[in-house]
């Protein structure tokens, strides 16, 4: 029976996900290490006769996690499968996954706006090789072969055909992404994440073409985008929509077509007889369950109904498990709205400025306290502290010797002040006629010089007020 959609795009994504162990999903090659092409391979991932593979442990307790956190019903036993099909990048000629049960099936998750998507299943599985191009792969001359990947564990997460722009795949992907952060079983400066997007419009009767192996947030959506203005423009044109698999070629910024789409059948797939049948037991689950962490959907209730901090800064400081582990470790010590504000705003200002992500920070909690501490007394002001945040995310320092040394601590003398209010009005006749002709804004001119005679230690309030005086 054919399903019916009522928008006029349907998105089903098919996302495979490398898990964070050191060896391979059925031997003891290393998963990372030596890139030197075809080094970290042995007869079992290499599919020599009489190899045997064997499950790593920590593979399936990563999977079992991630299953647990999309809500998933867990299969009582975990069965592998062979995929069987002819190609370079699988020496043996099948690959070994789950076909017939998976690990996890009928799960969900939430996107940014709060729409819940459907997990269809959540299976493991290993690598292929990865084969290298010349170029483009439609203009290859050859094609080589490296195997240091085959073999490597991969989940892969498919979602229900309920994703209704290229917009909410990019979501989907940054959310998942979160989820596999906050688990620790993704590392993202080394492991890789892949979808094969199915997509159909309404125009051609919700014929799907699948673009396959799209890396990256942006390129999920520019893929899709593409692909809706494909279909649609082709229905236009007359021409039939085919169910067929294609490429994303990123420099083009468009999609080409591999092949007719193959159905699961073609596959062949049988029980792996290698691989002996295991029992997912209850103390199984529950260990993984105790070594959970607080989820990101989690931490943003928690933030606004404990911390009463916005919903849109929750998001944010959540969506970054580093980040949020320093949010609350700040937010101990100082006003949970003020450090909120900080660490959303400036600190990833600053970051995003020295192209640096959480994990590349030197400095702690403590620096971040000791900085809004004085910031919520009120003894720097708001123009100091960006540039201590600033200067802390390039290198680390203790914060109050600083200050001190710099003399970057509030001018609060009023009469100091008052001298440097009287020296920016002097200096500066035609913003103080302006002023007295009505124009309000040309305040902010004069309160602008102060500061900058001041270094940025003069409280704006206070500036404010003593000019206002001195110009009436």
């Not at 042995?42 to 299953?67: I, M, R, W």
Request: net charge neutral; proline share 4%.
């Amino acid at each position: 029976m054919t399903k019916k959609f009522t928008s006029d795009i349907v998105i089903g994504l098919e996302i495979h996900a490398e898990l964070a162990t050191d060896t391979k999903l059925f031997c003891s090659c290393p998963t990372h290490g030596s890139d030197e092409p075809n080094t970290r391979t042995c007869p079992v991932c290499l599919g020599h006769p009489g190899s045997k593979p064997v499950l790593n442990e920590k593979a399936l307790k990563y999977a079992l996690k991630l299953c647990l956190a999309l809500g998933c019903k867990i299969s009582p036993d975990l069965i592998f499968s062979r995929k069987s099909y002819f190609y370079p990048d699988m020496a043996k000629n099948y690959q070994i996954s789950q076909y017939e049960i998976p690990l996890g099936e009928k799960g969900k998750l939430s996107l940014k706006a709060g729409k819940s998507v459907g997990i269809t299943r959540v299976h493991m599985e290993e690598d292929p090789a990865a084969l290298v191009h010349t170029g483009s792969i439609q203009k290859s001359p050859f094609v080589l072969v490296d195997y240091n990947r085959s073999g490597d564990p991969l989940v892969e997460i498919v979602t229900e055909p309920e994703l209704t722009s290229p917009e909410e795949a990019r979501d989907f992907m940054k959310q998942l992404i979160t989820v596999l952060n906050y688990l620790g079983i993704f590392d993202i400066s080394r492991c890789v994440i892949k979808a094969d997007a199915n997509i159909s419009i309404k125009e051609s009767g919700y014929t799907r073409a699948e673009i396959k192996n799209i890396t990256g947030f942006k390129e999920i959506e520019r893929a899709l985008n593409f692909e809706v203005q494909r279909q649609k423009h082709d229905v236009a044109e007359g021409k039939k929509i085919v169910h067929e698999t294609r490429a994303w070629d990123s420099q083009k910024g468009m999609t080409f077509s591999l092949r007719q789409k193959e159905v699961e059948e073609e596959y062949g797939y049988i029980i792996d007889p290698d691989l002996v049948r295991i029992e997912i037991t209850k103390d199984l689950i529950e260990e993984a369950k105790a070594e959970m962490p607080e989820l990101a959907q989690d931490k943003i209730l928690k933030y606004v109904n404990k911390y009463r901090i916005k919903k849109e800064d929750a998001e944010v400081i959540a969506q970054e498990r580093l980040l949020a582990e320093l949010f609350e470790k700040v937010a101990s010590e100082i006003d949970p709205v003020l450090a909120a504000k900080w660490l959303r705003r400036e600190l990833v200002r600053v970051l995003n400025y020295n192209k640096k992500e959480m994990h590349e920070l030197e400095i702690d909690e403590s620096h971040i306290i000791d900085l809004l501490r004085l910031v919520e007394s009120k003894k720097i002001t708001d123009t100091t502290g960006q540039k201590l945040m600033e200067k802390l995310v390039e290198k680390p320092f203790d914060v109050r010797k600083y200050i001190e040394k710099e003399g970057l601590a509030v001018v609060a003398d009023k009469g100091a002040l008052e001298k440097f209010c009287k020296e920016a009005i002097d200096e500066n006749p035609k913003a103080v006629e302006d002023f007295k002709s009505g124009n309000e804004k040309s305040i902010q001119f004069l309160i602008g010089q102060v500061m900058r005679k001041t270094k940025g230690t003069a409280a704006p309030k206070e500036v404010n007020e003593i000019l206002k005086k001195l110009l009436k």
